[in-house]
């Protein structure tokens, strides 16, 4: 009799563990995960990351938006991995990352933001220059009051310049003030 109560006792202790963890949603297992993944690459100050280790995290968010699309947590992890995709030299990435954004999450708070990093994008990485103005400017036209809005500027005015001319410019404009 004793076998069949500890039988029986063990029997719903694994019932019990097999719901609780059927309850745990495909959600919460993909954002730790993903917690995890930041966690091991953010960790240590200093130390220059694994590439792939970031290209994994990468995808691991655009899965999860993927997956999780309606979730607040997808916009944000779009613009996490669109910034990682930058950093890591991966600009067609970027773009489509930013334009994703922008086309599916438009009242997201960072859209405005990722316009003018797609238009960084193009002049930085891609050196399409024509095509960042067009960016910069259209960012100008639709955020104009934006606390990017100087540096889209500034960046239109600069466009092409090597930084020995930029010094140059500067350094003459420094004199003329002087002078005055």
Do not use: H, W
Not at 140 to 165: H, R
């Amino acid at each position: 009799m004793k076998t069949f109560k500890t039988f029986k006792t063990f029997a719903i202790l694994i019932l019990i563990a097999l719901v609780v963890s059927s309850c745990s949603s495909p959600k919460k297992k993909e954002v730790s995960e993903i917690q995890k993944m930041e966690n091991e690459l953010f960790s240590e100050k200093g130390v220059m990351a694994s590439k792939q280790k970031a290209m994994d995290l990468v995808q691991a968010y655009i899965l999860f938006a993927d997956q999780f699309a309606d979730d607040s947590m997808a916009v944000e992890y779009l613009f996490k991995a669109a910034d990682i995709s930058m950093n890591l030299n991966e600009a067609q990435k970027a773009i489509n990352l930013y334009n994703r954004i922008i086309d599916n999450y438009p009242d997201f708070r960072k859209v405005p933001e990722c316009l003018f990093l797609k238009g960084y994008v193009y002049e930085n990485y891609l050196g399409d220059l024509e095509t960042a103005k067009q960016i910069y400017m259209e960012f100008l036209e639709k955020y104009p009051d934006n606390d990017f809005a100087d540096d889209a500027q500034m960046s239109i005015e600069n466009l092409g310049k090597s930084p020995e001319e930029l010094i140059k410019e500067f350094e003459e404009k420094m004199n003329a003030q002087d002078s005055v």
